[in-house]
């Protein structure tokens, strides 16, 4: 079957560095993207990678490696607002989008 | 307005009751969608319009119905329901449909109650 797995939960500090993990396991590969969602609220894109590399934008970027699966999103210089739940999906062969569970960002001061 | 508004933002409904959400884009997409989103779990894709035509459907129960009048307009009527169909709907829109490379632009979302 096709999964996505991401951390349930984690925790940083107010001005410091959190990288959360996507790891894949689908039938095919046509781009991933991430999305962020606060409570409540309705998730909104944060990046879409298709090939192998860093892709930055502003604070955010965003990893992707397609030989292992894998995606992180990297979010620095943290503020309380970036306090929510990051998805991660992935586009398989049929273009169908196949979601995380999600991970919830707590930031503390 | 701008995006996509959905109404309404919260609903309790009887498992007798037959109710409406609505879901209105502004972007001048030409897909739109039904996701259901439950505590903890994935995301899931209940029904795809892709210049009106339905082009997707998840296997959900016909107590859901979908009905997308105009490529702006997305109606889901829920009659009969059961309180596990509580959750979170979320209504999206994206450029080009499930093969185009565009992100998914999502309402507030209903929050629905079954009791």
């Known amino acids: 079957g096709q999964n996505i797995d991401q951390p349930t939960e984690m925790t940083a500090t107010e001005g410091a560095i959190v990288q959360i993990n996507c790891t894949y396991q689908t039938s095919g590969f046509n781009g991933l993207f991430w999305y962020q969602q606060h409570a409540g609220e309705a998730p909104t894109f944060l990046s879409y990678n298709v090939l192998d590399g860093l892709e930055e934008k502003g604070r955010f970027s965003s990893f992707l490696s397609r030989s292992k699966g894998y995606s992180y999103l990297l979010l620095k210089e943290l503020q309380m607002k970036d306090s929510a739940s990051y998805l991660c999906?992935?586009?398989?062969?049929?273009?169908?989008?196949?979601w995380g569970a999600g991970t919830k960002l707590i930031i503390k001061p | 307005e701008t995006g996509v508004t959905q109404t309404p933002r919260h609903l309790v409904m009887g498992m007798t009751n037959k109710k409406s959400l609505k879901c209105e884009q502004h972007?001048?997409?030409?897909?739109m969608y039904w996701y259901k989103q439950s505590a903890k779990k994935p995301l899931e894709l209940m029904f795809v319009?892709?210049?009106?035509?339905?082009?997707e459907n998840n296997s959900v129960p016909s107590r859901f119905s979908p009905e997308c009048p105009n490529s702006s307009h997305l109606f889901l009527h829920l009659h009969t329901l059961q309180p596990e169909d509580s959750a979170l709907y979320l209504c999206?829109?994206?450029?080009?449909?499930?093969?185009?490379?565009?992100?998914?632009?999502f309402g507030n979302g209903t929050r629905l109650t079954v009791t």
């Open positions: 972007l001048g997409h030409n897909a």
């Open positions: 999906a992935v586009r398989d062969s049929n273009y169908q989008l196949i």
């Open positions: 999206a829109s994206s450029q080009d449909g499930l093969g185009g490379s565009s992100p998914l632009h």
């Open positions: 319009y892709n210049f009106k035509e339905q082009t």
